[in-house]
């Protein structure tokens, strides 16, 4: 009796380990951990300079103790050391806003490495005036850093207007570049454009038409193969139009993003779209405007053929206020939009993602812009937000605060000079925007005759940090 | 005619004279008999005289009766042999021979005038000795002559239990006879000076007839004359009493005697070799749990080697006395490799005994002997077509000869270049030096470097590597690759306790053997549950024989193959100790000392390695080798847990278990041998459980990888192993009681396909898939070749992706190799690293470099296909300039800051602590070694 007992057990016991192992099946499932955020705490950027009426404007959002901040001046060659030598020094001023005047014909871009421990969200601009024999206009970009692959849409290299690409190696140790066009016809073949080396802590420029001659419009992407490599686009007016602007980089291709940034009182608005997918491309578009979004019936649906560049009119029906333009597409395009308010200069506004903030708005940009208004246009990404916008005196002082509402479908412009927004508009410096939810934000720098956009990104404070994990027991 | 013409013996005309001394020391067991012989013989001596050393058995009086008080000398306790002869011949009439008798040899009629046939055959013959017989089988040969090799050997020139059929009855010049039956010429006695007295019992022949020899006399061997000896002493068959030699006796004869001998040109040679032949001696005998004669090897050492004087005047007074050159001797010697050939042979000696057992049995002092069977007396009579199959008389050897074809087979792609590695694990070392040093080296320049204690498998690994010295590899070869018919040995040595039926023992061999390539152990490279399959059944055999007779060396036994086995995979203790309290519920009372002495015996021997596991009790999973084996998914359902099908790659279809686990279900409805199936339910419910548990548990490892799958590889054997053992059980009882024949002759059929399903359909399921994948052979591609061949430089590797996630690892050299996996770095390092090279990854900065600097590190490596924003990041680095690679998709960077690290040194405690470890365990295995008692024979 015994035994016969002691034999029903043991099935029931091995019978209740497989429940057991059933039963907790699902917790044996792997949750891997996810990576956190990363204080940024030394950024490097490379500010272009685009003629010899330049300026740069630097700043941080919060002023830590500690901080370092260096300036150097880069060209082809290296560059003396006495040259611009006070130029520099005055960016080299942690824990302010700086700007200085860079006239040197040689330098092609000033790298600027500012460390924190704590991180203190360095930005940095750079400016130009552009002569009436070259073009003429004014040019403001965010002085960009290392991406990469960096997008430029609106790139030309004809008689209507001539493109020149800025590589900067930032590094220590050679950059290596490729580059690829698209144009109206598909993807160009680019003569020299795999394997650019550019030696270190020096720049190189090229001019558009030497990759690809005649070309109206073009995409390009500049793709850092080695090296700590920054890409700028400068491109100026020859015939058709005058004036220049710096191509902000685009967002990479994708199904949906929008076109931020379009300022009032546009009279000729081209959007230049690039697919370079290998299947034509079936865009949706809606038109955000200042009232909501405005119905266009002959610009709601837009075809891109594969791998081409194609440009659109925005036709009139838009309105002459500001906008944001989104889009939805079946395959991942990206794009851009040159706006010419006046047949002076022109500008242009470009897809970017979405970002809550702080985004850092540069009032002080230095002498070639300094005259003209400041205007920031904000379209809401996929929610309505609520902006907090703060000004900020040279050295960080608080001038005032002022909040708006950005409904989902409205489109907000902001003059940011105007009397009466903050409490102290005395020595304003710059502002800084914080939204509860992500937004498209672009700086307009207008006169009646000059246009410079900056589409607006969130200041480095922290970066996305891969998770980090030994493997097995980390040795090997 | 011509029988009766040869018959004529020349001396017979003038017979010489001869005087018998016999010599006897509680020898009563033989001497009837001897004194029978010697009364029977057709040519006596001319005079006897006997002598007795205070035997205590009678002996005396016999002798007194059988020759008279008169011939009879009673000599003190103590006395050698020698001594003994001295005092007989000072008593004795003159001769012109003395003829020299032990009280355990008796002789035939004819011995004497065999002897004087061929003392008399030549002036310069002044010893002659006999052919020896074994008593009491009378067949074998013991010694035609005798010569001593290199090692103090003692060399007959014959094969073990070789019988006697006449191949060695040529009369010939030898280096020495045997006491037994020795005749020497009276005069040369005198010449000589007689025995050392000096070798009172041992050696003391060899020692005489090679001063005969260097004198000028020769010594020679009448194979006519035959004598049968029962080595008494030698086999320790005599009562002991007071004034005995010590057991080390023996080998201090054997040194002293050869240092004494010797040529002048090779003595320095031969002291040395002594020397460190007799520490590697002692060590052989305490791995060969002959701790006695251990002790023995060194009294004799200290005897023959803190005593040099001795030794100067015995070579002093050997040299004065010799009259020929010392090279004059050397034909007689063996050749200087015999004692290695001796090793061989014993190799092969074991290894047969493992292969057959049942064709083995011990051959008394000289050796095993292979006992006669069909095959031989086919071989000795010629062919006979009655003969059934090779593999009907020889199943065992035919499967487990199968089993080694089908596993080299399997292992096709494995064999050639490259480092046997994949799955968990690692590259051998490229030579066994590594592994020694890992265990006793204070500070492991591994990884991140630690100081961390070595894993006891390292040094076991260290220790069974010897024979493979400057190729490690063989033996990690020999285990993986060679893990089925491994595993099949030991189970069927295992099943041979507790299942007659040689077939249904073969079949759970065989079984055994192939759940183990079965469950993806060997694909998977999981060392430490093929270590551990192959020593478990050792284990519970141990285990069974220490409750059958319970003692603290069963104990120690078991605990030190349970030791052996949870070195290389620790889960084992766990399953022992459950096994063991199991034990010890349902077991004997006396039982509980052993048992709690067989779960001690791991806990001490296997030190911090184990301790830290009872803290960290998941680490019990982490087996030899990689914990992550990187094998992908490894997620695996109830049905796989049931059917014993652990995760991975390489684990046979679970379907083909289904029959095991019906099997075992049949044998536990079965009422017949209830406590042996249900013992081999527990172990396979003990297997179940580990594999329960572990298929719901991951773990972590310190600085090392996290939410580890567990491998239970170890309880998925345990388990089909315990069910496939009860229904063998069963089976075996239908056989041998018969109730095979009362069962359906198409049920019994049934159950055999259903039990040949496992092995035959894994058999057939292993050599079509093979054992590669994730197993390669390959070479080690940790880090480019370039980088590897930096001395002392250390590479951080990356990989993954920044989105998904990256991993890194920290490479000294080439990366490492088995053993050093188990080193874990500080956790508080590798926490500080992990989060400096996601700084690096996120943001970069100088900072980030100097911390890779200060860590020794100087190169960071991104294997193939790394990821466009992990190299872009690093690309952006201050500090790293980038360099070439093996392969164009790989990305390798430098760093610029300069390493200036000085390397920790560790603790000597460390090194203590190591050494204390390794004599913990040699005195364990010495403890046990009563199996064996002091050999009396050298």
Known sequence: MVTAWRRQVAVLVAAAFLIVAAALQQASDVQREVGGLATVVETVRACPIATNKASIAAGQLRANEGAKSSAAALAAEEVPGELLAGELDALEAPGQWTTSAISSKIVDAVALRYRDDEGAGFVAFTSAATAKSAGGGRAVAECPTTEQVSWFVGVGSSSMHQSRLVLTNIGDTPAVADVRLWSEKGVVEVV?????????????????????????????????????????VYDRSTSVFEGSSWIPPAREPARKFTVGGVPAGAADRTLIVVNPGSTTANITVEVIGKEGTIAVEDFKTLKVGAQRIVTFDVPASVGKDGFGMRFSSDQKVTASMRISPTDEDYAYAVSRVAESGPIIVPIALGKPVDALGRTVILTPAGSGTNVTIEAFDTR??????AERDVPIDRTLIVDLLKNGLFASSESLTYVALTANEPLHAALVAQDDSNIAIVPLRAVPLTIPAPSVTPERTAIG | MFDEAEDVRPWLTDPPSVTAVLVAHNGMSWLPKVLSSLGAMEFAPTAWHAVDVSSTDGSGQLLREAFGPERLTY???????????????????????????????????????????????????????????????????????????????????????????????????????????????????????????????????????????????????????????????????????????????????AMFTLLANTSLRSLPWLYVRLFFGSLLRFLGFLLAKAPEDAADE??????????????????????????????????????????????????????????????????????????????????????????????????????????????????????????LSGGALLAAPDAASNWWTLFFERWHDVGLGSDATAPPYALLLAVFAIPVWFNPGLLIALLILGAVPLAALTAHRFARRWCANRYARIGWAATYGLLVVGSGAVS???????????????????????????????????GLWIALAAAFA??????????????????????????????????????????????????????????????????????????????????????????LVLLGLLALASRRRTAEVLWCWAVALVGVAVVVVGHTQQFSLPGGSTDIAVWTGVGAIAWLGGLAAASVVIADDWVTSGHVRSVSRSTVVGLVALALLAPVGTGVWWVVRGQAEPLVRDKLTAVPAYLAERADQ?????????????????????????????????????????????????????ADLEALA????????????????????????????????????????????????????GSYLRWLVASAHVLAILVAVALTAPVRQRRRQW
């Open chain 1, 192 to 232: 020299d454009g795999e394997g650019i080396v550019v030696d270190p802590m020096t720049s190189r420029t090229i001019d558009v038409e030497d990759l690809a001659a005649g070309e109206d419009e073009l995409a390009m992407a500049v793709r850092a193969q080695r090296g700590a490599i920054v890409a700028s």
């Open chain 1, 396 to 401: 960080g002082k608080s001038l005032g605060v």
């Open chain 2, 75 to 253: 000599a003190p306790s103590g006395t050698g042999f020698g001594a003994a002869v001295r005092l007989a011949l000072a008593e004795a009439p003159q001769s012109d021979w003395i003829w020299l008798l032990h009280d355990d040899s008796a002789v035939c009629d004819d011995t004497l005038a065999a002897l004087l046939d061929e003392a008399t055959s030549a002036d310069d013959i002044a010893i002659v000795g006999p052919k020896i017989r074994e008593w009491p089988s009378l067949q074998r040969i013991l010694e035609v002559g005798i010569t001593v090799a290199g090692t103090g050997a003692r060399v007959t020139g014959l094969e073990p239990g070789e019988p006697d059929a006449g191949q060695h009855d040529r009369p010939r010049d030898v280096l020495a006879v045997n006491t037994a039956g020795m005749l020497i010429r009276r005069d040369a006695w005198c010449d000589l000076g007689g025995f050392d007295t000096f070798l009172r019992l041992y050696c003391d022949d060899l020692d005489l007839c090679w001063r005969a020899k260097r004198a000028g006399y020769r010594v020679r061997v009448a194979p006519m004359a035959v004598i049968f000896h029962a080595e008494a002493s030698a086999r320790g068959n005599r009562p002991v009493s007071a004034g005995d030699v010590h057991g080390s006796e023996a080998r201090r004869a």
């Open chain 2, 298 to 419: 060194l009294y004799a050492m200290r005897a023959v080697y803190a005593r040099p004087d001795r030794l100067h005047v015995a070579r002093v007074s050997r040299s004065a006395a010799a009259r020929s050159d010392a090279r004059s001797v050397r034909p007689l010697l063996p050749s200087p490799w015999l004692p290695y050939q001796h090793g061989f042979d014993s190799a092969r000696e074991a290894f047969d005994a493992v292969l057959r057992p049942e064709t083995v049995e011990s051959g008394g002092r000289r050796t095993s002997i292979r006992r006669a069977s069909a095959f031989d007396a086919e071989a000795i009579e010629g062919t006979s077509s009655q003969e059934p199959s090779f593999l009907v008389r020889r199943p065992w050897l035919v499967t487990a000869g199968l089993l080694g074809l089908l596993a080299v087979v399997a292992s096709r792609g494995l064999f050639g270049e490259g480092y």
């Open chain 2, 524 to 558: 998977q490279g999981r060392i430490g549950t093929v270590v551990a399959a192959i020593v478990a059944p050792i284990a519970m055999g141990a285990a069974i024989d220490m409750v059958g007779n319970p003692g603290w060396q069963g104990g120690l036994r078991t």
């Open chain 2, 570 to 659: 620790p889960i084992v203790f766990l399953c022992a100790l459950v096994l063991l309290v199991g034990l010890a519920i349902t077991g004997k009372r006396q039982s509980m000392a052993p048992l709690v002495l067989a779960l001690a015996v791991p806990a001490v021997l296997l030190g911090p390695w184990l301790w830290s596991r009872v803290v960290h009790p998941s680490r019990f999973w982490w087996e030899a080798g990689w914990a992550d084996a990187g094998i992908g998914d490894t997620a695996t359902t109830v049905l796989d847990v049931a059917l014993g099908r652990p995760a991975g790659p390489g684990t046979a279809p679970a379907w083909l278990h289904i029959a």
């Open chain 2, 794 to 846: 250390v590479t951080l590797v990356v990989d993954g992706s920044i989105d998904s996630g990256v991993g890194y690892s920290v490479v000294v050299e080439e990366g490492p190799r088995l053993g050093q996996e188990a080193i874990l770095p500080e956790a508080s390092e590798a926490r500080q690293l992990t989060e400096t090279v996601q700084s690096l990854l996120s943001n970069p900065s100088e």
């Open chain 2, 854 to 905: 200060s860590r020794g590190i100087s190169a960071i490596y991104a294997p193939a296909d790394v990821d466009d924003e992990l190299a872009r990041r690093l690309d952006t680095a201050p500090g790293l300039a980038p360099s070439g690679s093996n392969d164009p998709n790989a990305r390798v960077w430098l760093v610029k800051a300069e390493s200036d690290v000085a390397e920790p040194q």
